[in-house]
């Protein structure tokens, strides 16, 4: 997978200690990208964005598990 166009941005719940933090790129189409800030080069989470916007919503708790 081509991720060379992806927009990374910092979580809003990631702290500013420089720990606990992840990006997400979501400008993709048909994938949303998660990946640790502090080890860029570690991996990727690769998530198709239904699901990606379920475990959105079950953070902010407005979702449930079904």
Known sequence: MDVTGAR????SK?????????EVAD??????L???TTDRDGGTLTFE???WQSF???AKG???VS
Do not use: E
């Not at 990631?14 to 992840?22: A, F, I, M, Y």
């Not at 400008?27 to 949303?32: A, D, F, I, K």
């Open 8 to 11: 990374w941005r910092k979580s």
């Open 49 to 51: 964005p239904a699901a």
């Open 27 to 32: 400008n993709l189409p048909g994938v949303v």
């Open 62 to 64: 407005i979702g449930t």
């Open 34 to 36: 998660v990946r640790d």
């Open 14 to 22: 990631s702290g500013n200690n420089q720990g606990d933090c992840v």
């Open 56 to 58: 959105v919503n079950l």
